[in-house]
């Protein structure tokens, strides 16, 4: 157990809806970063924040938006969701926001888009 | 072409045999590297992390980094069944705005009794 929570752990969706993904990092982690694996492309960094603030942004699209609250959990958006979208996306935290920090993932959230 | 390449396998070996598992990278800016283990359907394992060029031993599992050759290794030692899983390269450069890990696609390892 890498201490990073995440929730739902599965849900089925339709095309055109939204979906809000929530994230609880490691107790004392400051930095929370989300990605999303899909089977062709592998994992995929999507935002950090750090603190609440944003701190990167990767290739996420611009109908997903996330944020990071003052207790530090974090939600990702989905909205407009299409079939692409279908995808398991992980969270992860840091203590730091730095370079080489070690990062731990949770267990992820299964979304299927139908 | 994609900056971390890993070859997707699958790798079947049997038990108590050496795995060999490689990645290569374009960017020569990457400092940090690492080695993630993921079951099916589970989140990612950290198993093995390296700063810069070198060798890490931690029991069963050597790292190497060749930043002359671009060229990540992580050596299983003794395999086991249990070490049958996806295997994650993932690196990044030193970087002041923010820290995006850059992964392989994974090579799938089956250990055989």
């Known amino acids: 157990d890498s201490g990073v929570t995440q929730t739902p752990k599965h849900l089925i969706t339709a095309t055109g809806q939204r979906v809000t993904l929530r994230c609880s990092p490691r107790s004392g982690d400051l930095s929370v970063y989300w990605y999303q694996q899909s089977l062709d492309q592998g994992l995929q960094f999507l935002i950090q924040?750090?603190?609440?603030?944003?701190?990167a942004k990767g290739n996420i699209l611009e109908r997903f938006s996330a944020q990071q609250f003052p207790d530090l959990h974090s939600e990702l958006n989905l909205s407009s969701l299409e079939l692409g979208d279908s995808a398991l996306y992980f969270c992860?935290?840091?203590?730091?926001?730095?370079?080489?920090?070690?990062?731990?993932f949770g267990e992820g959230s299964w979304l299927t888009v139908v | 072409q994609k900056e971390v390449e890993q070859d997707p396998g699958p790798l079947s070996v049997p038990e108590g045999a050496i795995v060999s598992l490689n990645c290569t990278y374009s960017n020569s800016a990457f400092q940090y590297f690492m080695w993630y283990r993921q079951y099916s359907r589970k989140g990612p394992e950290l198993l093995m992390y390296t700063y810069s060029s070198g060798n890490k031993e931690d029991g069963r599992f050597t790292a190497q980094v060749d930043k002359s050759s671009k060229y990540i290794s992580l050596f299983i030692r003794d395999s086991q069944p249990s070490d049958s899983a996806t295997y994650l390269c993932?690196?990044?450069?030193?970087?002041?705005?923010?820290?995006?890990?850059?992964f392989g696609k994974g090579t799938s390892l089956l250990v055989t009794p």
């Open positions: 992860a935290s840091s203590t730091a926001g730095g370079s080489g920090n070690t990062i731990y």
């Open positions: 993932a690196m990044s450069s030193n970087s002041n705005s923010g820290y995006a890990l850059n």
């Open positions: 924040y750090y603190n609440g603030e944003e701190r």
